[in-house]
């Protein structure tokens, strides 16, 4: 089987890549069904967020292929589909601030590159196309769960780029009958993450002695979901997930941002002193939360990480892996908030 994953020297891309090699860290905790592919290809830009040192575990294997280009490229996307059996498709413009700041890129990139992938895919016929994307395309929940036949309601121009392309492989589906599947994931965390995102930007900027700062009340709720389980799941989708289908993966544990907070900084053992109250991001969503009966009851995935595990765990990467992390701050990353 030949698995393209675009976006695979991302964060979460990168450890799906390593999880197709079987170099994930403690595989133990890996709920993947086995797949054993015989060539997995990387397509990735390598923006400001994409790293080849992410790949650096699995660079001696030979099963792994390394193509640098742009997902709106049809010319480069055209060369690299043809002949691959499945799409996992993790490349996007993700970060909130940065799409309000600037929404140009992110419909770019998000919505146009997936047209490209799939005009591709279709073209070619490759056997399934997994689109990876987020519970933010649901907009804001006071109370209960998202499940997947939720309208898509988003508030930011990340998750409106997020939810337009999500319609879109879901209408290639409809159209033209190409096997499309998506995902909708809950808050990613772990290692290799940019630190440009709340928990590493929180985590590194407390190793180096400075200040983390948190939005307005704090009250804002997200469920946290450790990377390799969210990989495991869209594993389970790729290989058994119902053609047409939508899928939530999420981790089963809501915090408050302030709530994340005093975890991180007990962890690190620092006091509250280090918090630096800001004006609320435009915009803010109030409360994440995904059900995930469905991808439990046909799929049997289950979150195998628990939040304090996982925080232990990704808390300790960042301390043990400076090298990783400082050339990206020092290169600017690290303007977010929680």
Not at 66 to 87: H, K, M, S, W
Not at 176 to 187: E, G, I, Q
Not at 231 to 260: D, H, M, P
């Amino acid at each position: 089987m030949r698995i393209l994953v675009t976006g695979g020297a991302g964060f979460i891309g990168s450890e799906y890549v390593r999880m197709l090699l079987g170099t994930a860290d403690d595989p133990a905790t890996n709920s993947a069904p086995p797949c054993d592919p015989s060539v997995v290809t990387v397509l990735d830009k390598l923006t400001y967020s994409g790293n080849l040192e992410n790949l650096a575990p699995v660079r001696d294997d030979a099963r792994l292929q390394f193509v640098r280009g742009d997902i709106c490229d049809p010319t480069v996307v055209d060369e690299v589909v043809a002949g691959q059996d499945v799409i996992v498709h993790f490349a996007a413009e993700s970060h909130v601030d940065r799409s309000i700041e600037g929404a140009a890129p992110f419909v770019t990139t998000n919505v146009l590159g997936t047209q490209t992938l799939l005009d591709a895919a279709l073209r070619h016929g490759v056997g399934r196309f997994v689109h990876v994307s987020t519970d933010e395309v649901y907009g804001s929940i006071e109370e209960g769960s998202w499940t997947e036949a939720w309208p898509l309601a988003p508030n930011s121009p990340y998750s409106a780029s997020k939810a337009g392309s999500d319609l879109l492989a879901l209408a290639y589906h409809r159209t033209h009958a190409l096997d499309v599947v998506v995902t909708r994931c809950s808050n990613n965390y772990g290692p290799y993450q940019f630190p440009e995102k709340v928990i590493p930007l929180f985590v590194t900027n407390l190793l180096d002695g400075g200040t983390v700062p948190l939005y307005g009340d704090g009250g804002n709720i997200r469920d946290w979901l450790h990377v390799r389980d969210h990989c495991a799941g869209i594993s389970l989708v790729q290989q058994k997930g119902r053609s047409g289908e939508v899928y939530n993966i999420g981790g089963g544990t809501e915090l408050t941002n302030a709530e994340l907070t005093e975890r991180l900084l007990a962890a690190c053992g620092i006091g509250w002193e280090r918090v630096v109250k800001v004006p609320d991001r435009k915009g803010h969503d109030r409360r994440y939360s995904l059900d995930i009966t469905k991808i439990s009851d046909e799929l049997g995935y289950a979150p195998r990480i628990g939040l304090e595990q996982g925080l232990a765990a990704t808390i300790a990467w960042y301390r043990d892996n400076r090298d990783w992390w400082e050339p990206l701050k020092a290169a600017g990353a690290g303007s977010g908030a929680a």
